[in-house]
């Protein structure tokens, strides 16, 4: 299920205005969707390690991609490049810093924090670190900076349609105020489990003032 994933670039059905580029390994049905949600909602921990490298799979093409420019059509998909870069000193996450460069900057979109408490972790900032692990022992400089916050409450996301997604979550993200100087000038790919209509994406990027890329494990057949 998870060695046979191979990440491409994907869109929902209909695309939120600010969307970024989005690169998907897997497709959230079945199996997929059973070890993500015991990973989410039930503490399966030990999953996060091989979710995470399938996560590093797309993150990898999200960050290699071409940026500012306009979307592809529909179905194609984009082969994965190498892994590059070189291993430097530690930064000051724990991963190697850039030899070249400043370090590719993962964003987790973040959730609620009484969503965070009732499960006693956070899924996506997990799942973006163990892809950051993945990234590094292939060379590349790459480190998590979880920098955005909810800065209102939102409603359960679950029977909306993407439409009333995007009220829900218009304006409800804000950058942590150190934020921007952590990001600095290197490049930024936001990072989520699974993509439904894109709006959550869509509102992350607006957040961060606009983003190129980004990389989700799951997309939903229906997205």
């Given at each position: 299920m998870l060695k046979g994933a191979v990440p491409r670039r994907v869109w929902p059905s209909r695309v939120p205005s600010g969307l970024p580029r989005v690169y998907g390994a897997l497709t959230?049905?079945?199996?997929v969707r059973a070890a993500l949600l015991a990973h989410k909602e039930r503490g399966a921990l030990?999953?996060?390690?091989?979710?995470g490298t399938v996560l590093a799979r797309a993150v990898r093409l999200a960050a290699h991609a071409p940026q500012a420019t306009p979307a592809a059509p529909v179905g194609l998909a984009e082969p994965a490049p190498a892994a590059c870069g070189r291993r430097?000193?530690?930064?000051?996450?724990?991963?190697p810093s850039s030899g070249r460069g400043s370090p590719v900057a993962l964003v987790p979109v973040p959730s609620a924090r009484r969503a965070v408490a009732g499960r006693g972790h956070d899924p996506v900032r997990r799942l973006a670190r163990e892809a950051a692990r993945t990234l590094r022992r292939e060379g590349m400089a790459v480190r998590v900076l979880p920098v955005l916050r909810q800065r209102r409450r939102v409603v359960d996301q679950a029977g909306l349609t993407a439409a009333q997604r995007t009220a829900n979550l218009a304006g409800a993200l804000e950058p942590a105020p150190a934020g921007a100087r952590l990001l600095g000038a290197g490049r930024v790919v936001l990072v989520d489990d699974v993509m439904t209509t894109g709006a959550s994406l869509a509102e992350a990027a607006r957040a961060l003032g606009g983003v190129d890329s980004a990389a989700v494990l799951a997309v939903r057949a229906d997205a």
């Amino acid at each position: 299920m998870l060695k046979g994933a191979v990440p491409r670039r994907v869109w929902p059905s209909r695309v939120p205005s600010g969307l970024p580029r989005v690169y998907g390994a897997l497709t959230y049905t079945g199996g997929v969707r059973a070890a993500l949600l015991a990973h989410k909602e039930r503490g399966a921990l030990g999953l996060a390690a091989p979710l995470g490298t399938v996560l590093a799979r797309a993150v990898r093409l999200a960050a290699h991609a071409p940026q500012a420019t306009p979307a592809a059509p529909v179905g194609l998909a984009e082969p994965a490049p190498a892994a590059c870069g070189r291993r430097g000193p530690p930064s000051r996450d724990g991963g190697p810093s850039s030899g070249r460069g400043s370090p590719v900057a993962l964003v987790p979109v973040p959730s609620a924090r009484r969503a965070v408490a009732g499960r006693g972790h956070d899924p996506v900032r997990r799942l973006a670190r163990e892809a950051a692990r993945t990234l590094r022992r292939e060379g590349m400089a790459v480190r998590v900076l979880p920098v955005l916050r909810q800065r209102r409450r939102v409603v359960d996301q679950a029977g909306l349609t993407a439409a009333q997604r995007t009220a829900n979550l218009a304006g409800a993200l804000e950058p942590a105020p150190a934020g921007a100087r952590l990001l600095g000038a290197g490049r930024v790919v936001l990072v989520d489990d699974v993509m439904t209509t894109g709006a959550s994406l869509a509102e992350a990027a607006r957040a961060l003032g606009g983003v190129d890329s980004a990389a989700v494990l799951a997309v939903r057949a229906d997205a």
